[in-house]
Nanobody
Framework: QVQLVESGGGLVQPGGSLKLSCEAS????????MRWYRQAPGKEREFVAR????????RYHDSVKGRFTISRDNAKKLVYLQMNNLKPEDTAIYYC?????????WGQGTQVTVSS
């Protein structure tokens, strides 16, 4: 079955950086766009970034443009989210996502907390 396992979250000060990873299995990784979403306390889950099958055509939420970079390693079935210049409003659980067989699949999420 489809499995997505996120890692790399943690506590960081404002202005700091983190790199999240998502390990995928159970589907043909190279055939699917991959996405990152996040959900802050008391808020709905929101789109953060997307990447094409060949690592092309990255798209970002306006709030993270210029600070976050999505990438992928198809040989290792990994998706990354490099997050720089983090702000307190980036605090959330970050989820890896694939739309597979007409259904959204999610990982368990990784907590990112930006605080001094």
């Amino acid at each position: 079955q489809v499995q997505l396992v996120e890692s790399g979250g943690g506590l960081v000060q404002p202005g700091g950086s983190l790199k999240l990873s998502c390990e995928a299995s159970g589907f043909t990784f190279t055939a699917y766009r991959m996405r990152w979403y996040r959900q802050a306390p008391g808020k709905e889950r929101e789109f953060v970034a997307r990447i094409g099958t060949l690592g092309d055509d990255p798209r970002y939420h306006d709030s993270v443009k210029g600070r976050f970079t999505i990438s992928r390693d198809n040989a290792k079935k990994l998706v990354y989210l490099q997050m720089n210049n983090l702000k307190p409003e980036d605090t959330a659980i970050y989820y890896c996502n694939v739309y597979w067989m007409n259904s959204d699949k999610w990982g368990q999420g990784t907590q990112v907390t930006v605080s001094s």
